[in-house]
């Protein structure tokens, strides 16, 4: 399947963003993501108490000892639900509207990767669900929605910088950490806000309505889209996803 968003970075954007952000792809390799970190089990966050030690014998005045809570361990390091972070822009988009906003340059974990047109949904959700698991085993916070930087589209597919938002890069960097997660900053400056509400399998036709725009404006923008995923990333048909569509203007 043709993706809309491949003659918009072709064009440099200056036609329109082309449809399908991280549109339908051909199958290509992806790393496994991580599994995410585990919760704590009932006997962790409810631990049940030890016998109590026995009581005085017959004829003593010595009180009962009350039981001995057994020491719980301690957890280990869930990954943070995303759903309360904030966005970018704090004030929300208009999916009937198009606005301008300024996006602020936010510290980030990045990983790089190419994905399919047709399994675009499950390639990003693998990248960034690796990304937070990574952040959360090395104990570094999140602090934003993730967000989808498509720096290069084709027939066959797209590349793209899956990112997540953090309070500060970590100086030094975290023992650990895979090489391919590294840190930058999320992109920044002037940009034109475009909302998708509803399944990421009908993206393409906000993509459209982002090229319309741009052409009657004659607007050109940078090689480059971004996608900002304002609800987790789910099944393909998801009706309940939204996504911000940032187009930087050049």
Partial sequence: MMNTRVPLLALGLAAALAVSPAGAQAPAPQAPSAPPAGTPSPAQSAPLPTTTEPGPGP???????????????????????????????????????????????????????????????????????????????????????????????????????????VEAAPSPRPAGLPDDVRFGATPSGKALR????GAYEGIDQTYETVTAYLDAKGIVVQDAFVEEYLSDLGATADDGLEVNIYALPK
């Fill in 59 to 165: 004829g003593t005045n010595q009180a009962p000892r009350p039981p001995v809570p057994e020491k719980a361990l301690p957890p280990a390091t869930p990954v943070p639900p995303a759903s309360g972070r904030p966005p970018l822009v704090a004030n929300p988009g208009d999916p009937s509207d198009v606005d301008e906003v300024t996006l602020p340059a936010k510290p980030a974990a990045i990983v790089s990767g190419r994905g399919t047109w047709d399994n675009a949904v499950q390639n990003l959700k693998d990248a960034i669900g690796r990304i937070e698991s990574e952040l959360a085993r090395a104990g570094i916070r999140a602090a934003g929605r993730p967000l989808a930087v498509f720096t290069r589209t084709d027939d066959d597919g797209f590349q793209y910088e899956a990112m997540v938002p």
């Fill in 194 to 197: 475009f909302v998708h509400k």
